[in-house]
C-alpha cells in the first residue's frame, strides 16, 4: 500500500529543485499532487512529467507573496480535485549576500516577504481547505540557515526562523482540528541551482559536501522522502516538529 493513496497534495514552487522531487515521491506514494509555482514554464513541465507517468496532476500558477493569487491557487487545487489533504509550502527566494549593516532595507523585506510573508499566506488559505475537509497534514521547507545563524546571510536566516515559529504556533493552534504542522530543515542539497554555482566555482564542492557529517550534499530527493513522511498517516502522532534532513550537520 502506498503511503499517500488517494491524497490530494499541493506543493508550492514545485517547478525546480526540492519541489519537483517532493512531487514526484508524493505521485510515487499515489497522490494526486497540484504543482503551483510562478513559473509557468518549470511547474508547466513538472504537472506534464507526473501525468506522463500516470499521476493525476494539475499545474496552478501563483505568485505567493499575491494573497489573491495564493487564495486562487487553493480554490483551483479544491475545484479540480474537490479537496485538500497535504500541503508542502517549499517555494522561497532571498537575494545578495553581506554584511548586516550593508543589507538594504528593500533586499531584507524581500527575504521575509518570499520566504516567509509567502509561506503565512499559503497556510492562510491551506488551513481553511483542510479544515473544511475535516483535517490535513502542511510540511513547510525551512533552512538549516536558520537554526545556528548564517553570517552574511542575514535576512534569508531570519526568514526561516520565522518559518520554524510559524509552523510550531500553528501547529499547537491546529492540533484539535486533526491539522498537523511540520517543518523539514534542508542542510546543502544538489539542485540544479547549486550545481550552476558549483559549475561556476568549482572550488566550493569540497566545501559544501564538507558541511556534513556524512561528507557530501543531499539530494533533492531525500528532502522529499522526510516531507512524504510527514504528510502520510505515519506520521499521525507528529506535529509541530522540525527536522533536519542535513547529513548530519547540525552534530557535525
Ligand atoms: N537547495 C538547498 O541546498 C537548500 C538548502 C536549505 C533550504 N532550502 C530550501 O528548500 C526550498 C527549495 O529550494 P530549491 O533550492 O529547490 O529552490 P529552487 O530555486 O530550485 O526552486 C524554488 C521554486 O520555487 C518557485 N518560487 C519561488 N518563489 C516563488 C513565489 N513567490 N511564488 C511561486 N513560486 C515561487 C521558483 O520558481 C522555483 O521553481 C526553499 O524553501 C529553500 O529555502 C534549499
Not at 519537483?20 to 497540484?34: F, K, N, Q
Not at 543589507?103 to 509567502?118: C, G, I, M, P, Q
Not at 486533526?178 to 546543502?188: D, E, T
Not at 569540497?206 to 522529499?224: C, D, F, H, T, W
Amino acid at each position: 500500500m502506498k503511503s499517500l493513496e488517494d491524497k490530494i497534495v499541493l506543493v508550492t514552487g514545485g517547478g525546480s529543485g526540492i519541489g519537483r522531487a517532493i512531487c514526484e515521491v508524493m505521485a510515487r506514494e499515489g497522490a494526486s499532487v497540484v504543482v503551483a509555482d510562478f513559473n509557468a514554464e518549470v511547474g508547466e513541465q513538472t504537472a506534464a512529467d507526473l501525468k506522463a507517468g500516470g499521476t493525476n496532476a494539475l499545474f496552478v500558477q501563483a505568485d505567493l507573496t499575491k494573497e489573491d493569487q495564493v487564495e486562487a491557487m487553493v480554490k483551483a487545487a479544491v475545484d479540480h480535485f474537490g479537496r485538500l489533504d497535504c500541503a508542502c509550502n517549499n517555494a522561497a527566494l532571498s537575494r545578495g549576500r553581506g554584511a548586516i549593516e550593508e543589507f538594504s532595507r528593500e533586499d531584507f523585506e524581500f527575504a521575509l516577504e518570499y520566504s516567509l510573508t509567502n509561506t503565512w499566506l499559503s497556510m492562510k488559505y491551506e488551513i481553511a481547505a483542510l479544515r473544511a475537509n475535516g483535517g490535513g497534514a502542511i510540511v513547510n521547507i525551512s533552512s538549516n540557515a536558520s537554526l545556528r545563524g548564517d553570517a552574511f546571510n542575514t535576512p534569508y536566516a531570519t526568514a526561516k526562523g520565522g518559518v520554524n515559529t510559524l509552523t510550531k504556533s500553528s501547529a499547537a493552534e491546529l492540533a484539535r482540528a486533526g491539522i498537523r504542522i511540520n517543518a523539514v530543515s534542508p542542510g546543502v542539497i544538489r539542485t540544479p541551482g547549486v550545481q550552476k554555482y558549483i559549475d561556476e566555482n568549482p572550488d566550493v564542492e569540497k566545501q559544501l559536501n564538507k558541511a556534513s557529517a556524512v561528507g557530501r550534499m543531499g539530494e533533492p530527493s531525500e528532502i522529499a522522502e522526510a516531507v512524504a513522511f510527514f504528510c502520510s498517516d505515519r506520521a499521525s502522532f507528529i506535529t509541530g516538529q522540525l527536522l533536519s534532513v542535513d547529513g548530519g550537520a547540525t552534530v557535525k
